[in-house]
């Protein structure tokens, strides 16, 4: 009824606008989410060229993440030789225990002697440390719309290897701000870590660019500037 009947609507993502079309009668304008001033103080020059692959993932442990795929594409590093390191951020909702016991299996199995952490829920500057101390970080989801924890990495200057779903691709544009893959293909996903380990150059470029774009979409006087833009427009008419 709201989205039938409204006359301006205000959309996070294109993908929105898309998926919700045939709903949306009014004038949508786009204005993504801000993220933390705080993301923007990072120093890139300050990034850390690590001579290890530290792989970093943040969300919660349930399937619609992927994070069984983001484990299988590491028993392809290790079985390759390549050292890394993986930190996991997030909680493992209650009713997804099962999916946990198996990731553990995995690890247990198939990663034991590999440097992978669970870390549970941790305060925001904690996560941002660790994903601008990694090379990567990695978001294998199924199902997304605008997953603030890209828009931080790329605030950060951090390389995001993430899936060609719902708003994503408009977050990250394949190869230039980021790296996309097919949900579901952890061997994909292998050969874009893969990817980023022999390509010093390309890295720092993606860096720079993801960097450039979350000031123009993500940073809150951009953000505040878009919707007061809005407001004013609609208040005009």
């Given at each position: 009824?709201?989205?039938?009947?409204?006359?301006?609507?205000?959309?996070?993502?294109?993908?929105?606008?898309?998926?919700?079309?045939?709903?949306?009668?009014?004038?949508?304008?786009?204005?993504?989410?801000?993220?933390?001033?705080?993301?923007?103080d990072y120093s890139l020059k300050?990034?850390?060229?690590?001579?290890?692959?530290?792989?970093?993932?943040?969300?919660?442990?349930?399937?619609?993440?992927?994070?069984?795929?983001?484990?299988?594409?590491?028993?392809?590093?290790?079985?390759?030789?390549?050292?890394?390191?993986?930190?996991?951020?997030?909680?493992?909702?209650?009713?997804?225990?099962?999916?946990?016991?198996?990731?553990?299996?995995?690890?247990?199995?198939?990663?034991?002697?590999?440097?992978?952490?669970?870390?549970?829920?941790?305060?925001?500057?904690?996560?941002?440390?660790?994903?601008?101390?990694?090379?990567?970080?990695?978001?294998?989801?199924?199902?997304?719309?605008?997953?603030?924890?890209?828009?931080?990495?790329?605030?950060?200057?951090?390389?995001?290897?993430?899936?060609?779903?719902?708003?994503?691709?408009?977050?990250?544009?394949?190869?230039?701000?980021?790296?996309?893959?097919?949900?579901?293909?952890?061997?994909?996903?292998?050969?874009?870590?893969?990817?980023?380990?022999?390509?010093?150059?390309?890295?720092?470029?993606?860096?720079?660019?993801?960097?450039?774009?979350?000031?123009?979409?993500?940073?809150?006087?951009?953000?505040?500037?878009?919707?007061?833009?809005?407001?004013?427009?609609?208040?005009?008419?």
């Amino acid at each position: 009824y709201v989205l039938k009947n409204s006359k301006n609507i205000i959309s996070i993502n294109p993908f929105v606008n898309k998926n919700l079309g045939n709903l949306i009668k009014g004038k949508i304008f786009n204005v993504e989410n801000c993220i933390p001033e705080s993301f923007f103080d990072y120093s890139l020059k300050k990034k850390q060229s690590n001579n290890i692959l530290k792989l970093v993932f943040v969300g919660t442990i349930e399937p619609r993440k992927g994070v069984l795929d983001l484990l299988l594409a590491c028993v392809k590093l290790k079985d390759s030789s390549i050292d890394f390191s993986l930190d996991i951020i997030g909680s493992v909702p209650s009713n997804y225990s099962d999916y946990f016991n198996k990731i553990k299996e995995i690890v247990d199995q198939k990663l034991n002697k590999s440097n992978i952490k669970f870390h549970g829920h941790l305060p925001q500057n904690e996560i941002a440390n660790l994903v601008f101390n990694s090379s990567a970080l990695i978001l294998p989801s199924f199902e997304e719309t605008a997953p603030m924890v890209i828009s931080e990495a790329m605030a950060l200057g951090t390389i995001v290897i993430s899936t060609k779903v719902a708003g994503i691709p408009w977050m990250i544009d394949d190869k230039v701000t980021g790296l996309l893959f097919t949900p579901g293909n952890y061997e994909e996903l292998f050969s874009k870590i893969f990817f980023i380990l022999e390509a010093s150059e390309e890295n720092i470029r993606m860096s720079k660019k993801a960097r450039l774009k979350s000031e123009k979409l993500y940073h809150p006087n951009m953000v505040a500037d878009k919707t007061y833009s809005v407001y004013k427009e609609i208040i005009g008419k």
